[in-house]
Nanobody
Framework: QVQLEESRGGLVQTGESLSLSCAASPSASGIIFTIGTMAWYRQAPGTPRELVAAITSSGATDYLDSVKGRFAASRNSIQNMIFLEMSRLKPEDTAVYYC??????????????????WGQGTQVTVSS
């Protein structure tokens, strides 16, 4: 019902910055939706997927301890977008970054129901 599209990641050097964005859109004509929480997760090789940053519909934020002070998440709820500004990047930040959103969706003939969905992931690589 709802799809997420992340911007391209990239290859950067240690200490540099990179920005990511994610936009939510209906997967079919006539679908409408509202979003509660949007978030960024990441998964490095050989590790579980972990929460990087989350923003609720009220604007409350939560960050992974290792990125506090370096990463900043922001959100445009009207445009259904979330952003991630990453600075002072480290090799440990290398991972596939995934956008996540949860909310409710429906249509003229569809019941209003909850959803949770993921983007396809975008690669961020930080060279040592």
């Amino acid at each position: 019902q709802v799809q997420l599209e992340e911007s391209r990641g990239g290859l950067v050097q240690t200490g540099e910055s990179l920005s990511l964005s994610c936009a939510a859109s209906p997967s079919a004509s006539g679908i409408i939706f509202t979003i509660g929480t949007m978030a960024w997760y990441r998964q490095a090789p050989g590790t579980p997927r972990e929460l990087v940053a989350a923003i609720t519909s009220s604007g409350a934020t939560d960050y992974l301890d290792s990125v506090k002070g370096r990463f900043a998440a922001s959100r445009n709820s009207i445009q259904n977008m979330i952003f991630l500004e990453m600075s002072r990047l480290k090799p440990e930040d290398t991972a596939v970054y995934y956008c996540y959103a949860e909310g409710h969706s429906g249509g003229l003939s569809d019941p209003w129901k909850p959803f949770a969905t993921w983007g396809q992931g975008t690669q961020v690589t930080v060279s040592s």
